[in-house]
C-alpha cells in the first residue's frame, strides 16, 4: 500500500523558517508528480507548490519567492522549504501526489495519494 508521511511542521515566528519534508512508500513504478497544499480554519485547501517528474514547478502566487519545493530521488523525498514566514500561513501543510504502480499485482496509473498533514502555525 503506497504511504506519505510528513514531518518538519511546528510553530515559528514572523519572519522565520521551516523545512517540511514527505517521504513516499509502497508499491511505486514512478511518480507523475508531488505537491503541497494547505487549509486555513474557514478556507478550502488550496495548491501551494507543485513538481512534477519532468522538474516543472507551480506555485501560488501568495508564496512565490519565499518557498521552495525540491526532492531527493534515492530518498523518495520532497521538500517544502519555507522563508520569511507570514501569519497568514498558518494552516495544516498536506503532501500529495499523483503516481503509477502496483495494486494487487495489477499496474494502475493516474492514483491519488494524501498524506494526513502536518500543523504550521507563524505567531510572534
Known sequence: ???????????????????????ASGSIFSINSMDWYRQAPG????????????GTTN???????????????AKMTVYLQMNSL?????????????????????RRYGMDYWGKGTLVTVSS
Open 1 to 23: 500500500q503506497v504511504q506519505l508521511v510528513e514531518s518538519g511542521g511546528g510553530l515559528v515566528q514572523p519572519g522565520g523558517s521551516l523545512t517540511l519534508s514527505c517521504t
Open 43 to 54: 478556507k478550502e485547501r488550496e495548491l501551494v507548490a507543485r513538481l512534477t517528474s519532468v
Open 59 to 73: 506555485y501560488a502566487d501568495s508564496v512565490k519567492g519565499r518557498f521552495t519545493i525540491s526532492r531527493d530521488n
Open 86 to 106: 507570514k501569519p497568514e500561513d498558518t494552516a495544516v501543510y498536506y503532501c500529495k501526489t499523483n503516481l503509477n504502480g502496483l495494486v494487487g499485482g495489477v
